[in-house]
């Protein structure tokens, strides 16, 4: 019987091509599921517990990839650092999931987690038996196809009076704006320097989350963008106000999507919600450039964040259980915490 092959997470590059084959078969390329977006999360987030499951074994194309992680006695899951909205995983054939049951190594395993799933993305869980569901956060989009005066039109009238109230003020104020495009790599890391350092002032300086040169997370962006410009496929996007940089945000793309990573403005100027105005300027500059078919989020997105999209869904956690009475088992358990707490 054909059965999962594990190797260490370290050995992910001697799988690009097939990786990245696959991804193109299943999901178009998708830029998050691109060998070089999971290669530097896995160089700067992965660890020797970091499992990559190949199935079939001895296949070039086609197949299935899974990166996974014991989570504690008797389950795994998904590897999913922070910096990932999705989990990497690619699955033609989600039947053969059930056999990872029987693969994995240490005590027997009951249950796998499949984290972060898009069902733009997944696969069809009618193909396995013991399965649950669980929504974990509400993304979004915008669709390019019709005009920017469209999609403009079709907001809310309370998002369109604010944002016209905040150019009104900048022009009020003799401010002017700017919108700059960053995409060549020596570029970007100057650019990504600029962000780190207005995330640095912002609350995600003070509780330690900001991104910066020195530190895994930042240097995981400049790997990202390092290795997504070669194809010209990342960039930073900056609003100054008077030449003062007011916000930035990260974005990767490929001919379908544009997805944007991470997003930072300087609070000092937040009368004039620069991450706002950034955001109307650069959904303006992609139907107008007309290079991918959306935008994609890929955030929990708020009742503010939803008024600028057109469509939502929900990402999703899966749980394939080892039997049926061990599914019934979890869920018994749930209710009684629920019940107590």
């Known amino acids: ?26 999901y178009r390329s998708h830029p998050m599921l691109d060998s070089r977006f999971v290669a530097a999360l896995l160089k700067h987030f992965g660890n020797q517990q970091t499992l990559l499951a190949v199935f079939p074994s001895n296949e070039e194309h086609g197949g299935n990839f899974l990166i996974l992680r014991p989570k504690k006695l008797g389950i795994w899951d998904t590897f999913l650092p922070s910096q990932a909205q999705i989990a990497p995983l690619l699955c033609a054939y989600p039947q053969s999931i059930p056999r990872l049951f029987t693969s994995l190594p240490g005590l027997p395993v009951v249950a796998i987690d499949l984290l972060c799933q898009d069902p733009l993305n997944t696969f069809s869980t009618q193909a396995l038996p013991h399965i649950e569901t669980f929504a974990h956060a509400n993304t979004m989009n915008i669709d390019l196809a019709e005009t920017f005066d469209d999609y403009w039109h079709q ?63 930042g240097q995981f962006y400049g790997d990202v963008l390092s290795a997504f410009s070669s194809t010209g496929q990342a960039e930073i996007v900056e609003l100054y106000l008077n030449d003062q940089l007011a916000a930035s945000r990260i974005n990767i793309l490929n001919k379908d999507m544009l997805i944007i990573l991470k997003t930072t403005y300087d609070e000092n100027l937040s009368n004039y919600a620069p991450g706002r105005l950034l955001l109307y300027l650069l959904i303006e500059r992609e139907f107008s450039l007309k290079r991918v078919q959306h935008i994609e989020f890929y955030t929990n997105a708020t009742v503010d964040q939803l008024s600028w999209s057109m469509a939502q869904r929900n990402i999703e956690h899966l749980t394939v259980y080892r039997s049926e009475n061990i599914q019934w088992a979890f869920k018994t358990l749930r209710n009684i915490k629920t019940k107590l707490t």
């Open 1 to 26: 019987m054909t059965n999962w092959k594990l190797l260490p997470a370290s050995t992910f590059s001697e799988h690009t091509e097939r990786w990245d084959n696959l991804n193109q078969q299943l």
């Open 155 to 217: 907001r809310s009238k309370n998002l369109r009076h604010n944002i016209n109230r905040y150019f009104n003020r900048l022009n009020k104020n003799g401010i002017n704006y700017q919108l700059k495009v960053f995409s060549k790599p020596d570029d970007l890391q100057h650019a990504l320097h600029r962000y780190g350092d207005l995330e640095t002032e912002s609350w995600k300086g003070k509780t330690g989350t900001s991104i910066h040169s020195q530190n895994e997370q």
